[in-house]
């Protein structure tokens, strides 16, 4: 028979904050918590961000984002999400089983991340 034994005192090595992270979702899809408020909503900064969402992002202090994240990921085509934002694709979401106008996509989530 096998034994494992636990001891809490052992302390291997430090553990690295970019292991830890965060994905993007959706204010339009059904999600519990929006890092985006999709679209050019009233008070919305550049990056289609609220202030307060900036200001929540800002203090999680968090050190690695994916973009898309959740079962999103699993059918988005990330070339959907570049270009002028008019001229693109509206495509259904398998996942969710609604249209996704990519009015947020690859070309503002790289600005997101260089700013």
Not at 28 to 32: P, Q, S, V
Not at 42 to 49: E, I, M, N, V
């Given at each position: 028979m ?14 690295d ?10 204010g ?5 918590f ?19 969402v ?9 050190s ?27 495509r259904?979401d ?22």
């Open positions: 096998n034994n494992i034994k636990i001891d809490l005192e052992r302390v291997l090595s430090d553990i904050r970019n292991i830890f992270g965060g994905y993007m979702e959706f339009h899809l059904d999600t519990k929006s890092f985006l408020d999709v679209g050019d909503s009233p008070g919305a900064d550049k990056y289609q961000l609220q202030p307060d900036r200001s929540a992002l800002e203090q999680m202090n968090i690695n984002i994916r973009f898309p994240g959740g079962n999103f990921a699993s059918g988005y085509r990330w070339m959907d999400g570049i270009g002028p934002r008019d001229q693109r694709p509206t259904r398998l996942a969710h089983n609604c249209l996704i106008a990519n009015s947020y996509g690859t070309n503002e989530f790289v600005k997101f991340c260089r700013r």
